[in-house]
């Protein structure tokens, strides 16, 4: 199986450095396409493309990880998977892997997390996917969410194609995890967004708005993803990305709208 390994934080981030090293011990054959820069936040949008059309790509030596090909791309992670499967890095992959992402991606803000983003347009592509994201403090412990991402990728290579999951670790040693749990998507993560005022815009002719994340002391559902690794739990959940629900009457009404005004 091929995997590709991306992220939202730049090639050049650790975490990503840590994750393709444990895919590589899976024994599957990695290749590693990330944005050349930070792309936090950038869902699964594909960016501007060049004047041309072309995409920016430029191949990168990694750390510790001799024999493992390494692109960075100019554009958000989302661009780097549709490349990745349309060819651009060589044999399309069988499965993307994203991720360590510093900080946690629960709650339904994971809509716009670049991070969980690559793996939904991995599913968009036809192939599965798991987002990887650890919390962070002064020491990021990389190997207990790599150790689990190897577990996670295990299980994923026998299931159906386009099966999507997220994993959240709490930042502690693997053996400090008090184990891994499937959880629901909490109404937001752990921390919440406001908007202040901000300074007045450079040219004066207007105002900005200032947009702060704050931790929050909101009772979550204690099976929620959020809370899970609050409490020292990993948290996995298994995500979707566009697709159609069941049918609903809006066609006959929109149909007998157009009728009637015609």
């Known amino acids: 199986m091929r995997l590709l390994v991306t992220n939202d934080d730049g090639i050049h981030a650790p975490g990503i450095h840590a994750l393709a090293r444990a895919m590589a011990r899976t024994g599957h054959e990695v290749v590693v396409a990330a944005p050349r820069d930070d792309m936090t936040g950038y869902g699964a949008a594909l960016g501007a493309f060049s004047v041309d059309g072309t995409i920016d790509v430029a191949e990168v030596d990694l750390p510790g990880l001799d024999g493992v090909p390494g692109f ?7 661009l780097c998977v549709m490349a990745a499967r349309l060819g651009g890095f060589g044999e399309p992959p069988d499965l993307v892997v994203s991720g360590i992402n510093p900080g946690a991606n629960t709650g339904r803000a994971t809509l716009h997390s670049g991070t969980v983003g690559a793996v939904l347009t991995g599913g968009n592509f036809g192939v599965s996917g ?9 020491h990021i412990h990389w190997d207990t969410a790599g150790e689990l991402a190897i577990g996670a990728v ?21 053996d400090e995890l008090k184990g891994v749990r499937w959880g629901s998507l909490a109404p937001f993560g752990t921390v919440r967004a406001f908007l202040v005022d901000g300074p007045a815009s ?4 207007g105002r900005t708005l200032q947009m702060e994340l704050r931790e929050h002391n909101e009772k979550l559902p204690e099976d929620s993803d959020t809370a899970l690794v609050r409490d020292g739990y990993a948290s996995i959940t298994s995500i979707v990305g566009i697709r159609a629900t069941e049918p609903v009457p809006v066609a006959d009404h929109l149909e007998a ?5 015609r």
């Open 257 to 261: 709208h157009l009728f009637s005004v």
């Open 72 to 78: 960075e791309v100019v554009g958000p992670p989302a």
């Open 130 to 138: 798991l987002a990887v994201s650890i919390g962070v403090d002064e």
């Open 154 to 174: 295990t299980w994923l290579a026998d299931r159906p194609s386009r099966t999507l999951l997220n994993l959240n670790v709490p930042n502690v040693a693997l």
């Open 202 to 205: 450079p040219d004066g002719s």
